[in-house]
């Protein structure tokens, strides 16, 4: 099986790993990833990443020019994009921006004009509905009834995509899964130290930005009313609610209690999830972000939740988008924004070690099953053989 995936997503290389695993899975499958020739991501990284090609047999990274260096829906790829497709003649093409995404009506005129036949795939994280122009609404039309088949981040996204009029295959996993020989059970007597950590602490644990929709200071407020009970917290991560955070543990007497750390390197942040007793995901829906289409913002998936379960670490998390889908039965789920319910959550798995370990052990068989790179490679394989059967 010959695959073909588009997206700005694989200029990291990391983030490619669930591909290579693909391309290892049949000695007969082969995977070429077309990326961006220049993205400038934003955020922290205010550069602009000049993509290299890559070529590992089975699996190749290959840059093609494109007409936007910025803007997920608005990226096109350039003409050298032709020559690749026709030598390399894909079953498969996986464009993953979306279901109004210009990259894949490009992708689906190509394959039509070049008479190649193959399936076409997009991948959404989108799980809010939204409304469309006339344009935009023409632009989903034709991507959605050229599509055999959709890989959705979230269950709500598989929903909307229903609502939107489309009845063909819809596949709900994450684009992105973990490294389980990085992600692993792993003690870190050294950073412990490094923190003023002892042995035996309750170590609650928040990884992530420090915004409103995080729910950060939701879980401040829970640990003001446990304050009572022996722990510590561990934040990792910045953002806009430093101070205020900072302010209120201070108000509360908690300073002491609350360990910050930011800008930890991706591949060192299971180091940091292996000194915690648990970790907490407070997310919370918001509606005050606005696009074009849509307003609000609510969980797409959660990905912090599935590197703590391979770290056997146990994990509560609110009820916003994916995460109680994330979480099922292996974890603590809140009603986002509960204060009280996520104080309770903290305090059973204080009192109740033997819980605690429970439900890291479920954590870490679903993580291991469902959730790496390899296990999700399989998915997407077997989902790529039922579309060809079709």
């Known amino acids: 099986m010959k695959i073909l995936v588009a997206s700005h997503t694989y200029i990291v290389d990391l983030n490619c790993e669930k591909l290579r695993a693909l391309s290892r899975l049949e000695e007969d499958t082969q995977v070429t990833v077309v ?23 089975n699996f190749r990274i290959v840059p093609v020019s494109n007409f936007s260096q910025n803007h997920q829906g608005l990226l096109t790829f350039g003409t050298d994009l032709v020559p690749l497709l026709k030598s390399f003649r894909p079953d498969i093409i ?77 596949k709900v996993m994450p684009q992105l899964g973990i490294d389980e020989n990085l992600f ?5 007597p050294e950073l412990s130290e490094k923190l003023n950590l002892k042995l035996g602490e309750f170590i609650i644990g928040f990884v992530g930005r420090f915004v409103p929709e995080k729910g950060i200071m939701t879980l401040l407020s829970a640990l003001e009313t446990i304050k009572h009970k022996e722990w510590k917290c ?38 940091y999830i292996n000194l915690m007793s648990t970790l907490v995901l407070p997310s919370e829906t918001t509606y005050k972000f606005k696009t074009l289409t849509s307003v609000g913002w609510k969980e797409q998936f959660g ?34 924004g509960n204060v009280n319910s996520l104080a309770n959550c903290l305090t059973a798995l204080i009192e109740d070690p033997e819980l605690a370990h429970n439900l890291g052990q479920l954590g870490y068989a679903k993580a291991m099953s469902q959730y790496t790179n390899t296990a999700l490679a399989k998915q997407q394989l077997d989902f790529y053989k039922e579309i060809l059967t079709k």
């Open 234 to 271: 561990l934040l990792l991560g910045r953002g806009e609610l430093k101070d205020e955070l900072l302010q209120k543990a201070r108000a509360a007497n908690l300073e002491d209690r609350i360990i910050i750390v930011e800008s930890v390197p991706h591949h060192e942040v299971c180091n």
């Open 303 to 336: 990905h912090v939740i599935i590197e703590a379960m391979a770290c056997q670490t146990p994990v509560i998390g609110s009820d916003s988008g994916e995460i109680p889908h994330v979480i099922g039965n292996a974890g603590m789920i809140f009603p986002e």
């Open 94 to 170: 996986q464009v993953e921006q979306g279901a109004k995404s210009l990259a894949y009506a490009e992708m689906i005129t190509l394959n039509k004009l070049l008479a190649l036949k193959a399936k076409n795939v997009f991948f959404t994280w989108w799980n809010l509905p939204y409304s469309l122009n006339k344009v935009a609404s023409l632009l989903e039309k034709y991507n959605l009834d050229n599509t055999h088949g959709i890989i959705s981040g979230n269950q709500d996204g598989a929903s909307i995509l229903r609502q939107r009029g489309y009845n063909g295959k819809i």
């Open 184 to 188: 692993t059970p792993k003690l870190q």
């Open 35 to 57: 990326v961006p020739k220049r993205w400038k991501p934003g955020g922290v990284q205010n550069k602009i990443i000049e993509t290299q090609y890559q070529d590992e047999g």
